[in-house]
């Protein structure tokens, strides 16, 4: 028999203002949940109970936003989570806060170059994909680790949900954006000794 070693259901937190216009955002205090957001939470959360989906531990990462779903799903599943510092958001720099209509009227030259090399592009005081995907994997493998024979819960980031799928997947990271994650979406991913399943993925079934 094959031995699992964990399986992490990963939720894509709940929609904000910025969800809509599609803005970017890696600050840790805003934006917050907006009412849809709340609503998406409440869902994908009472999914889990009916589903029967267990954790041993539910982990989440920093920002307002994240927090404040697991504290719904907390709610709902009457069971406690822990924050992991390090599982933020991509760092967008100096597009933080802007949405993609915005950054090409203000930035067109690097928007271009973002699109010619995804993986490689950095804006200043942000991070690459590449730079990303290698942070997001180290914390999620170390969860992995710490975690041998555990069923996991981590709510976060749309982007590093696509960076642990596209991981597994293999998919260059110049194309891991095409993995659509919607918000109070569910994808779950289980982890062997040398390969790992995608099990689920960006599933909304209410």
Not at 15 to 36: C, F, G, M, Q
Not at 77 to 87: G, M, N, S, T
Request: a neutral charge; charged letters at 30%.
């Amino acid at each position: 028999m094959i031995k699992r070693r964990c399986k992490i259901t990963f939720i894509r937190h709940g929609a904000t203002i910025y969800t809509e216009a599609d803005r970017l955002s890696d600050k840790d205090n805003y934006p917050p949940l907006n009412e849809t957001g709340k609503e998406e939470m409440e869902a994908v959360s009472q999914w889990i109970k009916k589903r029967g989906i267990m954790a041993d531990r539910i982990f989440c990462s920093p920002e307002l936003r994240v927090t404040q779903s697991a504290r719904i799903l907390s709610k709902v599943c009457k069971q406690d989570f822990e924050v992991i510092p390090d599982l933020t958001a991509k760092r967008s720099g100096t597009w933080s806060g802007l949405s993609f209509e915005q950054i090409e009227e203000k930035y067109p030259k690097e928007l271009e170059a973002y699109h010619n090399d995804r993986g490689n592009f950095v804006m200043p005081n942000g991070e690459s994909m590449i730079q990303f995907n290698e942070r997001t994997n180290e914390v999620i493998e170390r969860i992995v680790k710490e975690n041998d024979s555990s069923r996991i819960i981590i709510i976060t980031h749309g982007d590093v949900i696509q960076s642990a799928v596209a991981r597994i997947l293999h998919v260059p990271a110049d194309y891991q954006t095409r993995i659509i994650i919607p918000t109070g979406s569910a994808t779950q991913i289980s982890y062997f000794k040398d390969w790992s399943v995608l099990v689920y993925s960006g599933v909304i079934d209410y």
